[in-house]
């Protein structure tokens, strides 16, 4: 069992940064692969970034590739979402989710545990 917490989301106007953080409970956090997805109104919710349980293998979004960056700390169960260049299209809720396969996927319905979500908010 995994439990997920999400925190760092915010207000920030366009061409700013935030940096979202994914703290896990559990011994077994070096064992999952991690994903962030996130769902903004009306729509249905989507990938963002995941990355391997080594760190060695990521995956994003063409929506956020060059813009965000996906890393992790096994030491200290928490992974991070660092988002640069924002964007009023990146408004959204921010979930971070759990898997336990063996490669990075990327369709939520594959993930097992998944945290409260935390809303970034990107103004014009």
């Known amino acids: 069992q995994v439990q997920l917490v999400e925190s760092g989301g915010g207000l920030v106007q366009a061409g700013g940064s935030l940096r979202l953080s994914c703290a896990a409970s559990?011994?077994?956090?070096?064992?999952?692969?991690m994903g962030w997805f996130r769902q903004a109104p009306g729509k249905e919710r989507e990938f963002v970034a995941a990355?391997?349980?080594?760190?060695?293998?990521?995956d994003y979004a063409d929506s956020v590739k060059g813009r965000f960056t996906i890393s992790r700390d096994n030491a200290k169960n928490t992974v991070f979402l660092q988002m640069n260049s924002l964007k009023v299209e990146d408004t959204a809720v921010y979930y971070c989710?759990?898997?336990?396969?063996?490669?990075?996927?990327?369709?939520?319905?594959?993930?097992?545990?998944w945290g409260q979500g935390t809303q970034v908010t990107v103004s014009s």
């Open positions: 990355i391997s349980w080594s760190g060695a293998s990521t």
């Open positions: 559990g011994r077994t956090f070096r064992s999952y692969i």
């Open positions: 989710a759990a898997d336990l396969g063996v490669v990075v996927r990327t369709t939520p319905y594959e993930y097992d545990y």
